[in-house]
Nanobody, 123 residues
Framework: EAQLVESGGGSVQAGGSLRLSCVASGFRFEDFAIAWFRQAPGKGREAVSSISSVGGSTFYANSVKGRFTISRDNAKRTVYLQMNSLKPEDTAVYYC????????????????WGQGTQVTVSS
């Protein structure tokens, strides 16, 4: 059974940092691009960042460019999202998702999803 498990969320003050992890199991991890999406209360799911299957290509939403960094370790079947200079508007549930063919910004084109991890940034 394919599974993605996120961890690393929490509560921080504005300007702080968090590192999210997404551990995969049950599918050929090295064949899938992995993306991070987030959803704030009352809002739609927003693409934050993604990384290609071998890590050579990355995508960042304009709102996080220069502050967030995505990376992956295929040997550990893990994708990381390093989040620096966090802002209150980054508060959301963060999900990782996997796709073997879809576009980074399209949640409907991702096959596997994690359960999400809450990130709360206070001012």
């Amino acid at each position: 059974e394919a599974q993605l498990v996120e961890s690393g969320g929490g509560s921080v003050q504005a300007g702080g940092s968090l590192r999210l992890s997404c551990v995969a199991s049950g599918f050929r991890f090295e064949d899938f691009a992995i993306a991070w999406f987030r959803q704030a209360p009352g809002k739609g799911r927003e693409a934050v960042s993604s990384i290609s299957s071998v890590g050579g290509s990355t995508f960042y939403a304009n709102s996080v460019k220069g502050r967030f960094t995505i990376s992956r370790d295929n040997a550990k079947r893990t994708v990381y999202l390093q989040m620096n200079s966090l802002k209150p508007e980054d508060t959301a549930v963060y999900y990782c998702a996997a796709t073997s063919w879809g576009r980074p910004s399209r949640p409907e084109e991702h096959k596997y999803w994690g359960q999400g991890t809450q990130v709360t940034v206070s001012s």
